[in-house]
């Protein structure tokens, strides 16, 4: 099994709401991913989660703010966000971060429109 | 410089015909892993293959394959009697040992499969 679920599919928000996004996976990986994708672009990496710690922030604007409950959940809250921070959020994750093999597994995706 | 080259933005295959979607990467470890991942109108990235840097032998995986040319630094993805569900965009990615935890992303290939 390499479900990753995400929830919700689809989410509108004002610019002065705050909302959280939620990532799930029972294939018991220890590293999480949050990653932000635009139309017709790739992927672009947000913040790593490596056995419930953090250790990748790529220098993401603090209105998003990640958290991971336990080795099967991540959160990414979000507070006060801009039109342009409208995208496909896309959580991921793998049996680890050490190796080159290790294989990302994507959830289906939240679809963010801010107003 | 672009570690990741995809130098396809589009692609038209005939159904039942072979395609190749081109990949070329660009990196000094020599420990690293090439993936290629599938990304539906949907949105949710699909793993499809993952090739190794010290693996002998080409990655398969059903009707995928991985044309692995380490000294050329391109891993071509082969797909074999295209269906119409292959239309989505492809993403070739790299993982290297020294990156923990990034997975580098190319620009990704549109293929449209037509009846």
């Known amino acids: 099994d390499t479900e990753v679920t995400q929830t919700p599919k689809h989410l509108v928000m004002g610019m002065t709401n705050k909302k959280s996004l939620k990532c799930e996976q029972h294939?018991?990986?220890?590293?999480m991913y949050w990653y932000k994708q635009k139309a017709k672009k790739p992927p672009e990496l947000m913040f790593v989660?490596?056995?419930?710690?953090?250790?990748i922030n790529e220098s993401v604007p603090s209105r998003f703010s990640p958290e991971c409950p336990n080795s099967s959940l991540l959160n990414l809250h979000l507070h006060a966000l801009q039109p342009e921070d409208s995208a496909l959020y896309l959580c991921a994750s793998s049996q680890g971060t050490s190796g080159s093999g290790e294989t990302q597994y994507f959830g289906p995706g939240t679809r963010l429109l801010v107003l | 410089a672009q570690k990741i080259t995809q130098t396809q933005p589009g692609m038209f295959v005939q159904e039942k015909e072979a395609v190749t979607l081109d990949c070329t990467y660009d990196?000094?470890?020599?420990?690293?892993?090439l993936f290629w991942y599938k990304q539906p109108s949907s949105g949710e990235m699909i793993f499809l293959i993952y090739?190794?840097?010290?693996?002998?032998q080409n990655a398969t995986e059903g009707r995928y394959s991985l044309n692995f040319q380490k000294a050329r630094k391109s891993a071509n993805l082969v797909i074999s009697a295209s269906q119409l569900g292959d239309s989505a965009m492809y993403f070739c990615?790299?993982?290297?040992?020294?990156?923990?935890?990034?997975?580098?992303f190319g620009q990704g290939t549109t293929l449209q499969v037509k009846p």
């Open positions: 294939m018991g990986h220890r590293a």
């Open positions: 990196t000094s470890d020599p420990s690293y892993g």
């Open positions: 990615a790299m993982r290297e040992v020294s990156n923990t935890g990034k997975l580098i």
């Open positions: 989660y490596s056995y419930e710690k953090l250790s």
């Open positions: 090739q190794g840097s010290y693996d002998q």
